[in-house]
């Protein structure tokens, strides 16, 4: 026994669960997604059936998984979880929809990493809810068609483009997630202060929202280390002063870039003039997966005014080259 092992169990992955919303009504922001999803689940409610299947797109850390665990509590339903990536064998697949009791929430996640028999698998599943249970192999493998019960699939995505159309088609409703205001990441601070009981004055907490990136997620990351800086260095309360200095530590600038995203921009404006250039060529300048500098960079970068994706790659605005301090060259989209 180490006396690390002997350390309760209470990691920040538990204090994200401590966070999440429990009720469509506790979840801050996303008007239109909440409005639609209201309406779905209502009317399922009503009709005594399970609601359709329901896609949830956009970047990580904006509730995806918290929407489709309020899904499940607002149907009084069995949430059963699991990812595209782990659905590697139709067969596992298989086992998870057969064990699904009526109305039962099977939530998806990262469901465009899906393989290919699982998701054919899925059609008929998600249309007939009947799975074709291969039995054998070779010219004498039978198919037994196996009744499962009705259910309701939450997908999530960060890329829904490259959903195929045939599950795409096959989703009631596609929730498309929004980057958050900064007056909804306060109330996301707010809460998450009030459950943490850390201390954050008023202009403490709009100081971390405006750097949150527009994500929830990063929001109450932010907060955690904030408070590790105010009970270390400060008295324990975080004022906008202690803000700014956590955040310095962190390297999260005034905008909320993170190290990442400030590398994603200086290759692209100091090694590529700015570019245009290919997704993949930036990543491996930076070190990373192209699918890390997409999905998780990028959105934001976009969103912000700095990064323009074009059809001959990657584009730096003047707004780019300006928070690098560079004068951007004559011609720069601004
Ligand atoms: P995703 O599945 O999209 O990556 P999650 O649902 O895991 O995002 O959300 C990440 C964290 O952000 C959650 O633990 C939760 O604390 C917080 N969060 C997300 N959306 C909200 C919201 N609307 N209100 C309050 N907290 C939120």
């Known amino acids: 026994e180490t006396a690390l092992s002997a350390l309760p169990h209470s990691g ?17 922001g996303q008007p239109r997604v909440r409005e639609q999803l209201e309406l779905v689940l209502a009317s399922a409610r009503k009709r005594g059936v399970p609601p359709d299947h329901v896609l949830l797109s956009g970047p ?38 057969s064990n699904l009791a009526e109305g039962d929430v099977l939530f998806i996640d990262e469901i465009h990493r899906i393989a290919r028999p699982a998701e ?8 007939d809810f009947r799975v074709d249970v291969v039995v054998g192999k070779g010219p004498g493998a039978t198919s037994i068609p196996l009744e499962i019960a ?20 096959r989703f009631g409703f596609t929730g498309q997630m929004e980057f958050y205001h900064p007056e909804e990441l306060e109330l996301v601070v707010g809460r998450a202060a009030t459950i943490l009981d850390i201390t954050v004055d008023e202009d403490a907490g709009a100081e971390i929202a405006r750097r949150s990136r527009g994500t929830p997620r990063i929001a109450n990351r932010l907060l955690r280390r904030v408070r ?5 260095r400060a008295n324990g309360e975080a004022s906008k002063e202690v803000v700014r200095a956590a955040l310095e530590v962190y390297d999260v600038d005034e905008l909320g870039l993170d190290r990442l995203d400030r590398a994603v921009l200086s290759a ?9 250039v290919g997704v993949s060529t930036l990543a491996v300048a930076v070190g990373e997966e192209p699918s890390t500098v997409e999905e998780v960079c990028e959105p934001y970068l976009v969103r912000a005014g700095m990064l323009a994706r074009t059809p001959r790659g990657r584009v730096a605005t003047a707004t780019a080259w300006e928070h690098l301090g560079l004068r951007p060259p004559a011609g720069t989209a601004a």
Do not use: N, Q, W
């Not at 069995?78 to 596992?92: N, Q």
């Not at 590790?228 to 270390?232: M, P, R």
């Not at 404006?269 to 245009?276: E, H, L, Y």
């Open 120 to 127: 054919e698998m899925l059609y008929l599943a998600m249309e």
């Open 228 to 232: 590790d800086y105010a009970e270390v």
């Open 150 to 169: 009705p259910f309701t699939l939450v997908g999530a995505t960060t890329r829904s483009g490259s959903l195929t159309g045939p599950l795409r088609d």
């Open 268 to 276: 692209l404006v100091r090694s590529f003039g700015g570019g245009p």
């Open 60 to 97: 990580p850390g904006l509730g995806k998984t918290s929407l489709a665990m309020i899904i499940a509590a607002e149907l009084d339903a069995t949430l059963r979880v699991t990812s595209g990536p782990a659905l590697e064998r139709a067969g596992d697949l298989a086992a998870m929809l």
């Open 12 to 28: 920040e992955h538990e204090v994200e669960t401590t966070l999440r919303p429990r009720k469509l009504a506790e979840f801050i």
